[in-house]
C-alpha cells in the first residue's frame, strides 16, 4: 500500500519476456530471480539479472518522487576521506559497510584502488539507455572505481567478467547492498541497497 493509499499489483497477471519485466515491473516480477550472494561466480545467462528489476512506484514512494522530494532526504555519509550523499533511510547501512570497508582497508591496501574517484552516490538521472529512473536517484547506491570496473554495454558480446574483490562483494553485501557483478546485464562497480532481496532468498 502506497503512502496515498493506492496498492501495488504484487502479480499484474502479464507473461512477461525479461524486457518487459524491467519496462513494466511489478512486485513479483522485482523477486522472480533470487539474489545469490557469496562467493562470486558468473552469471548464468545474460538475462539472470537478480535485483535489476525494480518497481518505479515503490521507489518513489519510499524514497521521494522528484529530485526536490529526494533532495530533502539526502543526508552527509564520510567515507574515505570523502563527504558524499545519501539518503536518510539508507544511512545506517552506509554507515556500517563504511566500517567494514574501512577495516578492510586498514589491512589491506592494495583494495585502495577500488575506491580511487569513485562513481558516486546520488545522482538524479535515468538508467543509461532507459526512461526508468536509476537507483543512484534515490540515494541508496554506490559506484566504485569506474576504471576497475566492468559494464555490459561496453561490450557488445556481452561477455561477463570482473576485477572488484570477494572481500569487497562480502562487506556490501553483508549489509543488504546488490551487487551489479551479479548481473548478466553486469555492471561491477554498481552496489545498491536492496533489503528486500536479502530477506526473501
Not at 519485466?21 to 539479472?49: F, M
Request: net charge neutral; charged share 25%; proline share 6%.
Amino acid at each position: 500500500m502506497l503512502p496515498e493509499g493506492r496498492a501495488l499489483a504484487w502479480d499484474d497477471g502479464r507473461a512477461k519476456t525479461a524486457d518487459e519485466r524491467l519496462e513494466h515491473a511489478d512486485l513479483e516480477d522485482t523477486l522472480a530471480i533470487p539474489y545469490r550472494a557469496g562467493p562470486i561466480v558468473a552469471p548464468a545467462s545474460a538475462d539472470d539479472d537478480p535485483g535489476r528489476v525494480r518497481v518505479s512506484e515503490l521507489f518513489e514512494a519510499t524514497y521521494g518522487a522528484s529530485r526536490a522530494a529526494v533532495l530533502k532526504q539526502l543526508v552527509p555519509w564520510k567515507f574515505g576521506g570523502k563527504t558524499l550523499t545519501v539518503h536518510r533511510k539508507a544511512l545506517a547501512a552506509f554507515t556500517r559497510v563504511g566500517a567494514r570497508l574501512e577495516a578492510l582497508l586498514a589491512k589491506d591496501q592494495g583494495l585502495a584502488p577500488y575506491f580511487e574517484g569513485m562513481g558516486g552516490t546520488f545522482v538524479w538521472r535515468p538508467i543509461a539507455g532507459t526512461h526508468r529512473q536509476s537507483s543512484h536517484s534515490f540515494g541508496v547506491s554506490l559506484d566504485l572505481s569506474p576504471a576497475r570496473s566492468a559494464y555490459w554495454r561496453n561490450d557488445p558480446k556481452l561477455r561477463w567478467r570482473n576485477e572488484i574483490p570477494q572481500a569487497i562483494v562480502d562487506a556490501f553485501e553483508a549489509e543488504r547492498f546488490a551487487w551489479g557483478g551479479r548481473w548478466g546485464h553486469y555492471d561491477t562497480m554498481h552496489f545498491e541497497w536492496r533489503p528486500e532481496l536479502f530477506e526473501c532468498r
